[in-house]
């Protein structure tokens, strides 16, 4: 049963425009968030979090958006780079659980194009 | 401060062969944590170690799999005998607390069974 769900395997936008990353999740007890970026033969690099408490983080051209009530969040990227292009990670924990393991979802590749 | 490192990187194996990947977590990291991702597809949790116990191995797929971290530092996992659908890539992260935070992954250890 997949938990954390990314529908959209592959994005692709214009250098200089706004890249959005869809992210659902289905599990009620999940009360922090983090997106990760992946380049090939690479481990995944954290990007940005959020906490249940909020719902919305900002760091930089990265901006996270989380919707409690639609078990929904996105990752927004402004203006997006050609560096951007990478696989995204949607990943999702149980804040005060005794254990930090993080259930992530497939996976959507961004391409940006100069 | 050096990351985490995995070794090998790449291994090949036959189906009924052993083999054996290393993780040495960032230093002073308590967490470790063991992944896999097979076929492209997402992310799945393994194992959880704090210090040398196993604080959660619910993501375990059979008892083919053995993972140690004897003396809290560097981490082991063993697969014996390897069986074609092991084949994937094993992520290693550590963290500095326990619970949802942020974890740093290694760059992975590329598992062919053939």
């Known amino acids: 049963d997949q938990q954390v769900k990314q529908n959209s395997p592959s994005l692709s936008v214009q250098e200089g425009r706004i890249s959005i990353l869809n992210c659902d999740y289905t599990n009620s007890m999940f009360d922090y968030f983090l997106w990760y970026k992946k380049y090939p033969a690479e481990g995944p690099t954290f990007l940005i979090s959020?906490?249940?408490?909020?719902d919305k983080n900002e760091d930089g051209r990265f901006t996270v958006f989380l919707n409690k009530s639609a078990k929904h969040l996105s990752l927004h990227i402004v203006p997006s780079q050609p560096g951007d292009s990478a696989v995204y990670f949607c990943?999702?924990?149980?804040?005060?659980?005794?254990?930090?393991?993080?259930?992530f979802g497939q996976g959507t590749t961004l391409q940006v194009k100069p | 401060e050096a990351g985490v490192t995995q070794f090998p990187s790449h291994s090949v194996i036959e189906k009924g062969q052993t083999v054996t990947l290393r993780c040495d977590p960032i230093?002073?990291?308590?967490?470790l944590y063991w992944y896999r991702r097979v076929m492209g597809k997402e992310i799945k949790f393994l194992l959880h170690f704090v210090k040398e116990s196993k604080q959660d191995e619910s993501g375990m797929p059979n008892n083919r799999f053995l993972a140690e971290r004897t003396g809290g530092t560097y981490s082991t996992l063993k697969v014996q005998p390897a069986e074609l659908e092991d084949s994937g890539v094993y992520f290693c992260?550590?963290?500095?607390?326990?619970?949802?935070?942020?974890?740093?992954f290694g760059p992975g250890t590329r598992l062919t069974v053939t």
């Open positions: 990943a999702a924990s149980v804040y005060s659980g005794n254990t930090g393991k993080l259930i």
């Open positions: 959020i906490s249940s408490i909020k």
């Open positions: 992260a550590s963290s500095h607390w326990t619970g949802a935070y942020e974890q740093y």
């Open positions: 230093s002073g990291h308590d967490n």
